[in-house]
């Protein structure tokens, strides 16, 4: 039921537990009917704390054919969401070479921008499957292409 990080093997193996030995959640999954209804609202309400990514340019001109993408949270501290980047980059597999200095989308060069692409690398890898954009919070859907300098972001592998 902890999360105490003390099994042998890769980070994602040891981190299986519901809450931390503070006994704070580990997850934030609504167990009672408030809350499932807390959570709807919120989700419906953009969520709470989460930043909306800007999208740049004529958006009454972008169609979406069910694509989504992944992104990160802004809100989250710098720790965690660099966390969840060496996760997506790392054990992952997400494809973080476009991020690398120099590559294509290196620039912006912010945690945000570099969390984001990897992100929905990681995303799009496990064919969006429900789940796959959390990152313990760090992630969450849009609808809409995120724009961050020239980088597009990719859909589908």
Not at 30 to 41: I, R
Not at 49 to 77: F, H, I, L, M, Q
Not at 101 to 125: D, I, M, R, V
Request: a negative charge; one cysteine or more.
């Amino acid at each position: 039921m902890f999360n105490e990080n003390q099994k042998t093997g890769p980070t994602s193996e040891k981190n299986y537990g519901l809450f931390y030995p503070s006994e704070e959640k580990v997850y934030d999954i609504p167990l009672t009917v408030a809350g499932v209804n807390k959570t709807s609202s919120s989700a419906a309400n953009g969520g709470v704390g989460r930043s909306v990514v800007p999208v740049k340019g004529d958006v009454s001109a972008v169609v979406n054919r069910g694509e989504t993408w992944c992104v990160a949270n802004g809100g989250y501290s710098e720790e965690k969401l660099q966390h969840a980047l060496d996760y997506a980059c790392g054990e992952g597999g997400a494809d973080c070479s476009p991020i690398q200095p120099g590559a294509t989308c290196y620039n912006p060069n912010t945690l945000e921008a570099h969390a984001s692409y990897a992100f929905n690398s990681f995303y799009q890898k496990k064919s969006r499957g429900s789940g796959t954009c959390d990152f313990g919070g760090a992630g969450y859907v849009v609808t809409q292409p995120p724009r961050y300098g020239a980088c597009n972001f990719p859909t589908g592998y």
